[in-house]
T-cell receptor, first 115, second 113 residues
Framework: DAGITQSPRHKVTETGTPVTLRCHQT?????MYWYRQDPGHGLRLIHYSYGVKDTDKGEVSDGYSVSRSKTEDFLLTLESATSSQTSVYFC??????????????FGQGTRLTVV | GQQLNQSPQSMFIQEGEDVSMNCTSS?????WLWYKQDPGEGPVLLIA?????ELTSNGRLTAQFGITRKDSFLNISASIPSDVGIYFCAGRKSNFGNEKLTFGTGTRLTIIP
């Protein structure tokens, strides 16, 4: 959807290299999230942000770091990619006041393959 | 980390059939959400539930917030080919969007020709 854009959509990288995924939103939502999706595990939270420069760890944060220097951008970095980080990565945004229009809204995903 | 128990894991049905799936938790949630994911896309919100016992419809889809607050149900009536995909439930302990969601592992719906 136009409100949230992930880049790149696909990436193949070598083990040991750093990788940065970008999430850009045009909705001015306060909260941004990075999830990974793997077969049999559903969606698992990696890191999230509750404002510019305010971030916190999710349940599978080891090997990942994030940064949010502007409201609209949330970057996910794999410091040294490993094969276990091969996955589909989703960014999501949400707001504090809930309702069907402000619940977690997902990007289209980035398929990352680490060889 | 905690995950919600979603069942069934997969369903194979014929076009026109009704579908039922559910999501259970060992702890209480005060918000239940249902998402659908098409191949190659991100999950899209179908229905949001904020009150125990609430029954909410979205076209042919109906979802219910269990009275115990530990479960939720999704029904699809008269399935059509575009219903194919993976359905995820998600729960949140509060009614505020700053709190993290916990996701189920998904129900994959396939329609047999």
């Amino acid at each position: 959807d136009a409100g949230i854009t992930q880049s790149p959509r696909h990436k193949v990288t070598e083990t040991g290299t750093p990788v940065t995924l970008r999430c850009h939103q045009t909705e001015n939502h306060r909260y941004m999230y990075w999830y990974r999706q793997d077969p049999g595990h559903g969606l698992r939270l990696i890191h999230y942000s509750y404002g510019v420069k305010d971030t916190d760890k999710g349940e599978v944060s080891d090997g990942y770091s994030v940064s949010r220097s502007k409201t609209e951008d949330f970057l996910l970095t794999l410091e040294s990619a490993t094969s276990s980080q091969t996955s589909v990565y989703f960014c999501a945004i949400s707001e504090f006041q809930t309702g069907a229009g402000t619940e977690a809204f997902f990007g289209q995903g980035t398929r990352l393959t680490v060889v | 980390g905690q995950q919600l128990n979603q069942s069934p894991q997969s369903m194979f049905i014929q076009e026109g059939e009704d579908v039922s799936m559910n999501c259970t938790s060992s702890s209480i949630f005060n918000t239940w959400l249902w998402y659908k994911q098409d191949p190659g896309e991100g999950p899209v919100l179908l229905i949001a539930l904020y009150k125990a016992g609430e029954l909410t419809s979205n076209g042919r889809l109906t979802a219910q917030f269990g009275i115990t607050r530990k479960d939720s149900f999704l029904n699809i009536s008269a399935s059509i080919p575009s219903d194919v995909g993976i359905y995820f439930c998600a729960g949140r302990k509060s009614n505020f969007g700053n709190e993290k969601l916990t996701f189920g592992t998904g129900t994959r719906l396939t329609i047999i020709p």
